[in-house]
Structure formats: C-alpha cells, structure tokens
C-alpha cells in the first residue's frame, strides 16, 4: 500500500459517513460498498466483493438507531479488506480484522456526536444575531468534525498500523483468530437486538417469534418469503385497525 | 406583502433536507440538519429581522426522526412558516408541536420498515449475489436502497407541504399510528426471519459415549432449529431491556464471544 492508496481508501471511508450526515442516508459506508471499493483500490476486486459480502452479513442489523453506536461498520470494513488483501490472509482473516477494528474504533463516532454540541452553542450565538451564513457555518464545521472521526482513524490505523497487523495477522495462533470469529457471529445478534429493543412491545412481540418460527422450520422461504407474508399481516393489521379509528 | 414559496423553493427544500443528519450531536440530535433545511424558506418568508431570528431559533431545538421518513415534515412545516409569514393565525407552538408530535411516529415507521425490513433484505440479497462472483451487486446495492431513498424524499416533502392544510384540520394521529405499528409488527417479523437466516452462531461442541460421537448441534437442531441465534438475540435484547447501554452490551458480546470462540465453543 503506497501513501496515496491510504489516502483514497482514508478519503471513501470519511466520505461515505459524510454522505449519511449530509446527502440523507445513502447507506454508502455500508461493507457492501466499501469493501469493493477498497479492493478496487488496491487492484483485487475480488477479495473485496467477497470480503464485502461477508462483513456485510455479519453487520446485517448494525444501524445506528436513536444516536446509539453498535460499531463503526465503515472503518471496519476498509481497514479489514485493506488488511486481507496486502497481507494476502483473505476472507477469514480480514474479517477477523474487520471485526476487532469496528469494535475498537467504534468510540469516534461517539465522540464527534458529543463534540458537535459545542457548533449547536455555536449556531444559537449566531441565530440570536441572524446570521444565517454563520448558522451553515457551524452546520458544516459539524460535518467535517464528523468527516475527520472516520478519515483520520482510517489513515492512521492504515499507514502506522498496517505493517503490525499485517506481521501480527501471519503469527496469529488459531484459537485466538476462532475468537475474533466467534466475537463476528455474536455481532450479528447485537444489531438485530437492538432493532428488537426498538421495534419489540408486549403487544406485537410474537410477530418476531412468527417470523423467526417460519424461517427456521422453512428456511426455503427466505427472507423474501418470510416479508411477503410480513407485508400481507401488516397491511392486514392496518384496515382492520383503520376501521375502528372511523 | 404576501411572500408564498414556489415549487422551486421546495425542491430546494427537498434537497437541503437531505442533511436532515448534519452536525449530529446527541444533545440536539438532527437540530441542525433541520434548521440548515429550513433557511432559505426563513429567508424568502420574512421580511423582518426580528421574525427572521425567532425562526432560526425554534428550528434549532431538538430534533430527532428518521432520514428518510421526515420529509413529509419538512413540507407541513414550510407551509406552516409561509402561513405564519402571511400573518395567519399558526404560533410558534403550533409549528414546535408538529414537529414533536410527528417525528416519532415518523421515525417508529422509518426504523421498523427500512431499517429493520427493507435494508436488511435488500442487503441479504446483493450480498448473495456478490458471494457468488457477480460484480455488479454493490452498484445494484446502492441503486435500489437510493431508488427508493431519494423518490420516496422527495414526495413526502412535496405531499406535506400540498396537504398541509388537511392534516392540520384533521390532525389525525391515529391513522399514522395505526401505521406505525403496522410497519413495526413487519419489521418484527422480518427480523425474527434474518434471526434465523443470517445468524450464523453454532455449536462445535461433540461428546462421545463408547464408540458414537454426538454433536450437540444436531440435538439441539432436533429440539428447535436456530435455537442458539435466537437465545443470542433474545440474551441482547434482555440486556438492553435491563437498561444496559449499548457500549456495555458491545463489551459483553466481544468478550463472551471471544472467549467462546477461543475455546470452540461456537
């Protein structure tokens, strides 16, 4: 990886964050997007759709939700292909560093949520005077706060740490890598918990164990299946309940 | 004077709404996407300095919805701004309580159906394609989820501002509500189904009695297919309900999941 790699690979995992503050959610910083990009960087496409692919499973159901951070899925994702392809481990091991690298950087997005209070003061002292020019200002100082969480970790994580995750990824004993593994699949678990602890009342919660129930005895329904039939109980759901309102 | 917005100040709307997120900060969460939007709508109404620093004002207070759920809100409250400009009778309340009464419910649809239905879906399915070799899954990713995005934004900003009128008459609620839990029982259920799809936690436990070795994944396959991604889900949810924060939670699965993995548990 030369300097100017690092800054590309830096820049779309920075931009692509950008996008979801500034250009409505796009979902761009999602493993599915990035981890190709990256390989295309790097000139493996194919490990990257792959590895992309794979992340993007594992990190099926990490949505920030309420301002609440599960893991930073962007930076995860490049540092991790980045890491598989120059270190040549592929999927599995890129994952492992995908994994451990979401999880440990997932603290920065939580940060620049908590500094961005300081351009919200900012934008107040400006809209008492009507300055609206300093109001989008501070709107844009914010997002290039926001901007900088994921760049600078990528970078650095990148150029000072590549060469010790790519020694530490060719030394690494089996067990522990079946545990960076093993954090991968419970991962999962915490992105559809928390969808569960957003969408689950008392009231609605067997729909989940339906569903669940469904897919699990008959898994040739697929997702797909299981949200037609999702879609059919809620549109159900909504006559039926819409009559009562009248 | 009578200042009215055209058709051109709301598609500006619309695109400015799309940095509903911008400067996201968890003491005003998206206030500052949502005053960026509304601008150029303060600036074209009102003529007066002092009106104009009263709407900067209220449209810097907290707000919280859904990126792609919250144009329609967008769109009730410009027409409201134009009508308050054109000395009608809408106070500040009346736009401060729109804005709260509506941002929840929005966000429960916007959370349950895209976040925890369509996205997971459509992502489950690029990402199939991708596994098998097919290059162009993340374009056909990215194309679908903003297809979407985008078109349904930009007719929930234009549909609010045109029944603006109708909705603050009726101020129905209860319809929206009534389709809030719709979207939430689909996104219910299709999360139980990624549950047992997509999960992919297992047992590489075995035992041996005299010459046969058991699996004790095939025995609990026999009691309940996908029992384990279910107790996992339902463990994480159980911690969260317990008023866990989602860090504590995070440390608990890298550690339980790590230690598990290391000793092949799973």
Redesign the interface.
Known sequence: MNTFQIFLISLITGLSYLT?????????E?P??L???TGLILGD??TG??L???L??IF??A?A???????NVAIGSTVGTAIAIVSGTGVEGGTAVAVATA?AC?SFE?L??????F??HW??G?????N?RG??L??????L??FLADFVPTFLALSIGAEALTALMSNIPA??M?????????????G??????????KK??P???????????V?A????G??F???A???L??FQ??KE?E | MANKLTKQDITNLFIRSNAVQSAFSFERQQAMGFEYAMIPIINKLYDKEEDRIAAYQRHLTYFNSHPWTCGVIFGIVAAMEEKKANGEDVSEANIQGIKTGLMGPLAGIGDSFFWGAFRPIVAGICASLALQGYGFAPLLFVLIINAVHFGLHYWEVNKGYKMADSFLEKADMSSLNVWMEAATILGLFVVGGLTATWLGVSTKLSYTIGESTTSIQSALDGILPKMLPLLSVLGVFALLRKGFSTQKVLLIIVVVGFILGFLGVI
């Open positions: 979801r503050r500034a250009c409505g959610d796009m979902q761009l999602r599915i997007v981890g190709p990009l496409f194919a759709l792959q992309g692919a794979t993007e499973l099926m159901g949505q939700i309420g301002g609440a951070v599960p893991s999880v997932s939580t620049a949520k908590t500094f961005c209070s351009f919200a934008a107040d400006y809209a008492e005077k009507g609206w109001i989008n501070a709107v844009w100082m914010g997002n706060l926001h067990n522990v079946a545990g960076i593994n093993g954090m991968g699949k419970l991962l999962t678990a915490l559809f918990g928390l969808l569960l602890n957003n969408l689950g009342t609605l919660m729909y989940f164990f339906i569903g669940f129930a469904l897919a699990a005895y898994p329904f697929g997702t797909m299981i949200a039939i999702g879609v109980y809620a549109i759901y909504a309940h819409s309102v």
